[in-house]
Each structure stands twice: as structure tokens, then as C-alpha cells.
């Protein structure tokens, strides 16, 4: 059996910043958090359940999309009523977006959901499994996610 994702770490420049797009806009709850020095972090996921996401503050700069490392954190919702909610509230937020609304996985794919980019530039999705049915895909035979 391979090993499972348990959660995924990620540095970034301002915890608070960060905190206002993870929990307040995509609604992970703080599980636990700490400081040490100048370092800060706080573990988020469902509440009562196991972190998901770790946000460690202890970057300088921004994401570079050329380097190696992370290309992309995605998340998946029940619904693509649920995806557009989130569309909503991040584009309310001022949140920059990859790609113009709901987009599908791939050309005619079932699958799809929104490209953006939190406040240090690491980019993020959200799709659900169902319903963005006759949504565009940005990119003819590369899937949606890849180039953004």
C-alpha cells in the first residue's frame, strides 16, 4: 500500500493574511497554533477531525511557480452550487483567479472548478466531480489544473 496524504505544509509571509483566505473565506477551523521567535504557524482542517492544511509563516517573497516544489493545493466540494459559492466569496474578497469563472478539467470533462491564487501566489483549486457540464477547459490536451 502506498502512504497517504496526511496534510500538506505551507510557507507563507503573513499568518493573519493567510488566515483570512484559509479560515474566513474557505471555512478551514483552526486547530491548533504557535509561535516560536518570529515563526508563527496554525494547523486547519474540520473541526473535531485531523489538520489538513499547516500554514507555517516563514517565508520571504512569493510563490514562484518556476521552481520546484508545490504546483498546485486542490480541494474537492460535494457540488458546483458549492464551487460558485466559493467563486462568490473569493472574487468578493479581491482574490486573483486563474481562469474566468467554473472551467471543466478538460475539454468535455464532468469535472472542473475554480483556479486562484492565495495572498503569497500559491495556487489553489476547488471542483467538485459533477456539473460544470459544457464549462470551457483553458488548454486543448493539457488538464485545466497543469498551467496555471
Same mark, same amino acid.
Given at each position: 500500500?502506498?502512504?497517504?496524504?496526511?496534510?500538506?505544509?505551507?510557507?507563507?509571509?503573513?499568518?493573519?493574511?493567510?488566515?483570512?483566505?484559509?479560515?474566513?473565506?474557505? &471555512?478551514?477551523?483552526?486547530?491548533?497554533?504557535?509561535?516560536?521567535? +518570529?515563526?508563527?504557524?496554525?494547523?486547519?482542517?474540520?473541526? /473535531? &477531525?485531523?489538520?489538513? *492544511?499547516?500554514?507555517?509563516?516563514?517565508?520571504?517573497?512569493?510563490?514562484?511557480? /518556476?521552481?520546484?516544489?508545490?504546483?498546485?493545493?486542490?480541494?474537492?466540494?460535494?457540488?458546483? +452550487?458549492? *464551487?460558485?459559492?466559493?467563486?462568490?466569496?473569493?472574487?468578493?474578497?479581491? *482574490?486573483?483567479?486563474?481562469?474566468?469563472?467554473?472551467?471543466?478539467?478538460?475539454?468535455?470533462?464532468?469535472?472542473?472548478?475554480?483556479?486562484?491564487?492565495?495572498? +503569497? /501566489?500559491?495556487?489553489?483549486?476547488?471542483?467538485?466531480?459533477?456539473?460544470? +457540464? &459544457?464549462?470551457?477547459?483553458?488548454? &486543448?490536451?493539457?488538464?485545466?489544473?497543469?498551467?496555471?
Amino acid at each position: 500500500m502506498a502512504p497517504r496524504i496526511a496534510h500538506a505544509g505551507l510557507n507563507v509571509t503573513d499568518l493573519d493574511r493567510s488566515l483570512a483566505l484559509y479560515r474566513d473565506l474557505l &471555512g478551514f477551523a483552526v486547530l491548533a497554533e504557535g509561535k516560536e521567535d +518570529d515563526q508563527r504557524w496554525a494547523m486547519l482542517g474540520e473541526t /473535531g &477531525g485531523a489538520p489538513l *492544511v499547516t500554514l507555517w509563516q516563514q517565508a520571504q517573497g512569493s510563490y514562484d511557480s /518556476g521552481r520546484p516544489g508545490l504546483h498546485h493545493l486542490a480541494f474537492t466540494v460535494d457540488s458546483i +452550487d458549492r *464551487v460558485r459559492e466559493y467563486e462568490t466569496a473569493l472574487r468578493a474578497a479581491g *482574490v486573483e483567479f486563474a481562469h474566468e469563472g467554473v472551467v471543466a478539467h478538460r475539454e468535455g470533462g464532468t469535472s472542473g472548478g475554480i483556479f486562484f491564487h492565495d495572498p +503569497d /501566489g500559491i495556487r489553489l483549486e476547488i471542483s467538485a466531480p459533477l456539473g460544470p +457540464d &459544457g464549462a470551457p477547459a483553458p488548454h &486543448g490536451d493539457a488538464p485545466t489544473c497543469g498551467f496555471f
